[in-house]
């Protein structure tokens, strides 16, 4: 019996293309508010994702959330930006993003 793992069934092929375009589009779609939104802050995408993991893991570190999200170049742009020198800074950073104050900021 030969490997099928990565073999197309020829005679679905344009069905399964179509339903690729298909999730593609509404991809595009499900994602476009949030885009809009995201754009208003001056954020991005990469933003949110790192949003989201810091505040469903309040008290992750740098290192745990880099692993977590699985670091791109793009996420290590963001990275470099935010400032890796200590947690606290990393912490005010992210605060500031998400339009939050920290517990010692000066601002709260």
């Known amino acids: 019996m030969g490997n099928k793992v990565n073999s197309i069934d020829s005679s679905r092929e344009v069905e399964l293309n179509a339903a690729l375009e298909l999730m593609h589009f509404a991809y ?3 994602t476009a508010g949030p885009d809009r939104i995201l ?3 001056g954020l991005q995408r990469v933003h949110h994702r790192i949003l989201y993991f810091v505040g469903r893991h309040p008290g992750i570190s740098v290192n745990g959330l880099l692993a977590i999200l699985a670091v791109s170049r793009a996420m290590e742009k963001v990275f470099s930006a935010a400032g890796e020198q200590s947690e606290h800074l990393w912490r005010g950073v992210m ?3 998400a339009g ?3 517990a010692d900021d000066p601002r709260s």
Request: aromatic residues 8%; positive net charge; hydrophobic residues 40%.
């Open 95 to 97: 605060s500031r993003i």
């Open 28 to 30: 595009r779609a499900f």
């Open 100 to 102: 939050m104050p920290v």
């Open 39 to 41: 754009e208003g802050r």
